[in-house]
C-alpha cells in the first residue's frame, strides 16, 4: 500500500482553482460596491441641486 503524506497534484490544482474562485468572488463584489457606492452619490448630489433648484 503507497501511503502518501504529501499533496498530489490533483488535489494541488483543485485547491488553487477554489481559491481562484474565492479570490474572484471577492474582486467581483468589490467593484459592484463601488460602483454602488458612485451611483448612490450621483443621486444624493441630484437630489441636492434639485432641491436647490426649487427653493430659489
Known sequence: MNTSLGFTLIEALVVAAVLGMG????????????????????????????????EC
Open 23 to 54: 479570490i474572484l468572488s471577492a474582486i467581483t463584489l468589490a467593484m459592484y460596491s463601488l460602483n454602488a457606492g458612485a451611483a448612490s452619490h450621483q443621486q444624493v448630489t441630484a437630489l441636492a441641486l434639485a432641491s436647490n433648484a426649487l
